[in-house]
């Protein structure tokens, strides 16, 4: 298991990238701790911001594990903070081809509503290409000026 992380400076991007198993296990550790990677960013456990992030983490990182899950591969977590756009970033990716597909709520059906969660927490959001097999989905959260 490998982490990256770099340290804001003003003006700057900060950045935590992290490799997780596609399993449930995974999928949590992976909310568990970009919530402390945000508590080390100076965003305190009990902030609406580090709520947010963390339910967003947990719904693409569940979708990774649960959907985009091909065998023997991991999925990755970035967070990104650019201090100076006021934007954090969240990207979730695995290596499984199929597109996650929003649908609406109110259905018959059991699941289906994490991305609906994701577009009513985050500012933007979106699937993108990547390098290699499968796909990147992203999510953007404006965060207020401090």
Not at 2 to 15: D, F, I, K
């Amino acid at each position: 298991m490998r982490t990256t992380t770099r340290n804001a400076l003003p003006g700057s991007t900060a950045q935590f990238v992290q490799r997780f198993s596609a399993t449930r296990r995974g999928a949590r550790l992976a909310r568990r701790l970009a919530a402390c990677q945000l508590d080390a960013w100076g965003v305190p456990y009990d902030d609406p911001l580090s709520e947010r992030v963390t339910l967003i983490v947990a719904e693409l990182s569940a979708n990774a594990a649960l959907h985009g899950r091909v065998p023997g591969r991991d999925f990755a977590l970035l967070l990104a903070c650019d201090v100076r756009s006021g934007q954090l970033r969240i990207e979730v990716s695995d290596t499984h081809p199929v597109r996650p597909v929003r649908r609406t709520p109110g259905g018959m059906d059991d699941g289906g509503r994490g991305l609906v969660l994701v577009d009513a927490l985050a500012s933007r959001w979106g699937i993108a290409e990547r390098l290699g097999p499968g796909k990147t989905v992203w999510a953007e959260i404006d965060v207020p000026a401090a």
